[in-house]
């Protein structure tokens, strides 16, 4: 059986990727199990998702602890202490990345094998937005080594389809699912140990009445989100006549004005959503790309 | 549409209820089971059913919605969960006693407090003395099967009680695996049209689900549900042999794994038991002669086919996803009660607590059931074992100490 894990943050569609992927491993003729796990979480939180493909009836659900494969969607999850992408995958096992990587590298780190592409580069180039889950599954499926060309396709209609996507969308998704898949190489999955490192069964004991409570509150200010971003505001103050709005409609809060009530943007803290672009009446936001290197 | 599609256990539940043509659909969203009703929404919409759905304030008004629909002729299908499920608790009672076949689905949550999404049984074990039929599905596939087998059952003349079907959430709502989807002719062949016995009707009145106020005949009616319920255990055996000669897929009450030469048994049920599964399989890789008995029936309880199943066993152990607190699991002592009077009980019976709110059970933790199966010197009889792991208490720890509790 092999294990792929994907994650993201939410909003950027694993649940997808990990369904296209399950459908294409389904109708070569495997069989698949695909699940996403959520909680009440906000756009922008870390998701995580999950398929399965086996020949064999899959004795197995829920969240996948020994991934073979684990697909990271954002690479600042790499730093989250929460997400923790890299927990449990084999010894042998393959990482692939999207970061900032115009061809698809491959090299080794301890006993796994990292695969480094950008496909939000690859999104902007071919869609114009920074869709990331079905390229996530064509990459998931080439990696894999088992998944058809035609099944990826296949299945990245039907999935997208299914969520009511416009037939020109599609056709750029498919066009972007078909590179993905042509450029990620097939690496030699050699699992050297599938056994999982034992875990300790314990006894719970009583320590006393315990409440639910939380006591340490407003630690939320202390999470940064400004590296959720791909495009970065910047404001050209030649421009800018202080007109105030871009502070109005930024949904965050993280505009704050000087004494000449331009703009200065909290960047630690300011998620990309651009509505400062969209509103500013002199176009005097524009939105650059922003590039994190993962080393 | 593919004969076998991907689907969640939600979109397998909706299938079950597009299949049985259902007339009447109320509805109130509550995770993990809005999927269901949206995806019937969807179709109604698309014209590719022709029920009603109508959405109530609450799910105590959409399940007198729900009651009353089928009592007037309306094969009725409705949804809840966990809080959703308590909420409308009330009218679970009337609905049975007024003989009203309808099938709920219920989507397991924990029930709060805390609040959590993921899936344990004491919302659905609540409603074990209410008078519905109770089957509980371990796939997605089964999902689809049950909710038919449970229309034929409830809406037979021998029976006439309604029927919660249970799946367990995230685990099999929001999972997708290949599922099977049986033709309009295979459903409609199985299930008759529902005829309803005096429906409401203008030119002819009726009173229904009248009061008693008296202890003889409400112990008379009871007595009578009762008694209808049992028998639904036969009727269910028919249905599944039907069932099974239309579709080539059996459905046991009670379903045994590697139980010929069993010594160590664990009973189980839901989805939980495909991971226990697993486990008897490695177990057996490793020599020791395990084996699973799952529960898919929970009312009527099936206590003569368990006593059958678990005679002659050295030790048993009962996985309870729920927790009655002050007692310990609900099943482990229905479990108890059934073998009691079965003269060559397992001389160990071991009473298991884990997956609560939906907390995962490793095959380490499985190793340990089995462990305590073989040493049951180690625990004290009839005191239920709690599964956690040393991982896991970390993890809690330091949330505990991030909320800033002394």
Known sequence: ?295 | MREVEMMTGNTAAAWAARLADVDYIPAFPITPQTEIIETLAKWIGEGLMKAKLVQFESEHSMLTAAGTASLAGARVFTASSSQGLLYGFEMLYSISGWRAPLVLVNVSRGVAAPLTLEPDHNDVLSARDSGFIQLHAENCQDVLDLILLAYRVSEDKRVRLPSIVNMDGFYLSFTREPVRIPSKEIVGEFLPPYTPTLPFCPSRPVVKGASVLSGSLYTYFKHNMHESMIRASEVIDEASRHFEELTGRPHKPVEGFYLDDAEYVLVMSNSFTTIGKKAVLRLREKGVPAGLVKLVMLRPFPAAQLARLLKNRRAVAVFDQNLSLGLGGIIYSEVAGALYNERKRPETLISVIGGLGGKYITMEEFEYIFNLLQHPEKIEPGKPVFLFRKDELRAVENTIKLAGVV
């Not at chain 1, 294990?3 to 939410?10: L, M, P, S, Y």
């Not at chain 1, 649940?15 to 979480?41: C, H, M, N, V």
């Not at chain 1, 020994?66 to 096992?93: H, N």
């Not at chain 1, 002199?282 to 790309?289: C, E, F, K, N």
């Open chain 1, 1 to 295: 059986m092999l294990k792929i894990r994907f994650h993201g943050r939410g909003g950027q569609g694993v649940k997808t990727s990990s369904r296209i992927l399950g459908r294409a491993a389904f109708l070569d003729g495997y069989i698949a199990q695909d699940s996403p796990i959520y909680g009440a979480e906000r756009r922008g939180a870390p998701v995580v998702a999950f398929t399965r493909i086996s020949r064999e009836p899959i004795l197995e659900r829920g969240y996948i602890f020994d991934p073979d494969i684990v697909i990271v969607v954002d690479e600042t999850l790499l730093d989250d202490e929460r997400a923790r992408p890299l927990d449990g995958v084999k010894s042998g096992g393959i990482v692939f990345v999207n970061t900032q990587s115009e061809q698809a590298q491959v090299e080794n780190v301890d006993d796994k094998l990292f695969i480094k592409y950008s496909i939000t580069d690859a999104a902007l180039r071919v869609i114009g937005k920074p869709i990331v889950s079905s390229p996530s599954a064509a990459a998931a499926a080439k990696i894999t080594g088992i998944i058809s060309k035609e099944s990826i396709i296949q299945a990245t209609i039907d999935e997208l389809s299914e969520l009511g996507l416009a037939e020109e969308a599609l056709e750029r998704n498919l066009r972007l699912v078909s590179e993905v898949f042509d450029t990620i190489p097939t690496p030699q999955l050699k699992i050297l140990n599938g056994e999982t490192t034992p875990r300790e069964v314990i006894q719970l004991e009583y320590k006393g009445v315990i409440y639910e409570d939380i006591v340490n509150v407003g630690n939320a200010s202390l999470r940064r989100v400004g590296n959720w971003r791909i495009f970065k505001p910047i404001v050209d103050y030649q421009k800018c006549t202080g007109c105030m709005l871009c502070f109005v409609y930024c949904p965050d809060s993280v505009i704050s004005l000087d004494a000449k009530n331009k703009p200065i943007i909290d960047y630690e803290n300011c998620k990309g959503c651009l509505i400062c672009v969209k509103e500013c009446p002199l176009h005097a936001i524009t939105a650059v790309r922003e590039v994190k290197i993962y080393a």
